[in-house]
């Protein structure tokens, strides 16, 4: 009987980091049918930004399994498990060296997953580079209709099928919209993001200029929202943590740090600012004030540039003077931005589709990248390496536990080598860079 008849699935999700964790297992639930009985298993890729259990209890997203694995382990697994659904959180690279290797494991059957990928937000760097890593998926998922036609004239321009594309919306907006109060002191919050800004200068910047909100308006309670502790990693490196900044900042009572599920924090937020974070995108779906901040230009390098005709461009001057932006609505509904209601309905066509390839006759046809050892030879080959892949996507010789699981030994020299790495990333290489600037 086909899958979509008993609207029972069993969905993989393959991630890298907390955030795409958050994101493929949320997307994972939105695209399966309505009441569908859901078995989802979860992978936790091995690598730099492999999140810890507290990153994990903190994003709030459950599996029935979850487990860490190398690439290898990985389609060792995909070869031998029946999931209906594969989703690939990760980044692009990753994506590019699991298609290929899933197209050697899956060489010749036709009842393969559907494979599905995406972006955990706004894409506004490396579009073109991004997009054909992760050509090959059967749905290529669009945050917004904006990206939607952003994706396809960049696979159309190069002259690959641009059919993935499907048009959905961010999995993680939602939650109850703002009415203008919560009862309790007005609250601001200023979501950090990792490496946006990188530098300690811009960094120190805007930690002073909240501080000093906070000490112009003692009312007021101001939050700094952080994504990760110190020694651990999220999806980007952060080499100066706003948590050691501030212990020379002297700021008022009115003034702390919080960490939790970004939905419970805007739970209570009435004005949310930012660099360029997604969370500015769920703050403005649940129609919170929301700033994207200027003090540091518009600049793509910060992503900031993604909001202009966003209505939320604004300073720290002018938040200090109590200016609430105005969102434009037009902008946001191509965002994917619906605080009009129509949310519920923006994953219908990724489950219409889904369901239609899992019903196609006679299977599913090999999955089929754009970058080949022909299009690509100068490119492919080193982005599957890393992977421990070989150009036809099969494990190289030597490959970590290629053929085996893991043992204890090898499980604890792992963790004890990635710790040693995040060391090495935060407090190291800066005082390394500082030196060499001497």
């Known amino acids: 009987m086909p899958v979509s008849a008993t609207k029972a699935r069993r969905i993989a999700v393959l991630a890298d980091s907390d955030t795409r964790w958050k994101w493929g297992a949320l997307t994972a639930s939105r695209i399966s049918p309505d009441g569908a009985d859901l078995r989802l298993d979860g992978y936790l890729l091995r690598g730099r930004a492999t999140p810890t259990p507290r990153q994990l209890a903190e994003v709030g997203a459950d599996a029935d399994s979850l487990r860490e694995v190398t690439a290898a382990e990985f389609l060792r697994a995909m070869a031998k498990e029946p999931y209906d659904v594969l989703v690939l959180a990760l980044v692009g690279g990753g994506v590019q060296a699991v298609l290929h290797g899933l197209r050697h494991v899956w060489e010749g059957r036709a009842d393969r ?11 506004y760097e490396k579009l073109a580079d991004g997009l054909l890593l992760r050509h090959g998926a059967d749905l290529v998922l669009a945050n917004s209709r904006q990206d939607a036609d952003r994706f396809r004239a960049v696979y159309e321009g190069v002259g690959a099928d641009s059919s993935a594309v499907t048009e959905v919306a961010l999995p993680f907006l939602g939650g ?23 530098g300690r200068r811009d960094r120190t910047y805007l930690l002073d200029r909240l501080v000093r909100h906070a000490r112009r308006h003692p009312e007021r309670e101001v939050l700094l929202k952080l994504r990760s502790k110190p020694g651990e990693h999220t999806t980007h490196i952060e080499e100066l943590p706003y948590q050691k900044l501030v212990q020379k900042a002297d700021p008022p009572p009115n003034f702390r740090l919080v960490y939790g599920h970004m939905g419970e924090v805007l739970d209570r937020t009435d004005l949310l600012v930012t660099v360029s974070s997604t969370a500015a995108l769920e703050a403005l779906h649940r129609r919170i004030p929301t700033a994207v901040l200027t003090d540091l230009g518009v600049r793509e390098s910060l992503g900031n540039h993604h909001f202009t005709g966003s209505g939320c461009l604004a300073s720290w001057d002018q938040l200090d003077d109590g200016r609430l932006p105005e969102p434009d609505p037009a902008w ?12 519920a309905t923006a994953f219908d066509t990724a489950r219409a589709r889904i369901t239609a390839l899992l019903d196609r006759p006679g299977g599913l046809p090999p999955l089929n990248p754009y970058y080949t050892p022909v299009t690509a030879p100068g490119y492919l080959p080193g982005i599957l390496a890393r992977h421990h892949l070989a150009p ?7 490959a970590p536990a290629a053929d085996r699981e893991p043992g204890p030994v090898r499980q604890i020299v792992r963790r004890a080598a990635r710790g040693a790495y995040r060391h090495g990333v935060q407090r190291v290489a800066p005082v390394i860079r500082r030196m060499g600037e001497l």
């Open 113 to 123: 997953p559907v494979v599905v990928t995406g972006y955990v937000g706004v894409v």
């Open 176 to 198: 109850a919209q703002y009415t203008g109060g919560h009862g309790h002191p007005y609250t601001v919050v200023f979501a950090a993001q990792p490496s946006v800004p990188d």
């Open 332 to 343: 946001t509904a191509r965002q994917g931005v619906a605080a009009d209601g129509d949310y």
């Open 392 to 398: 036809d996507g099969s494990p190289l010789p030597g």
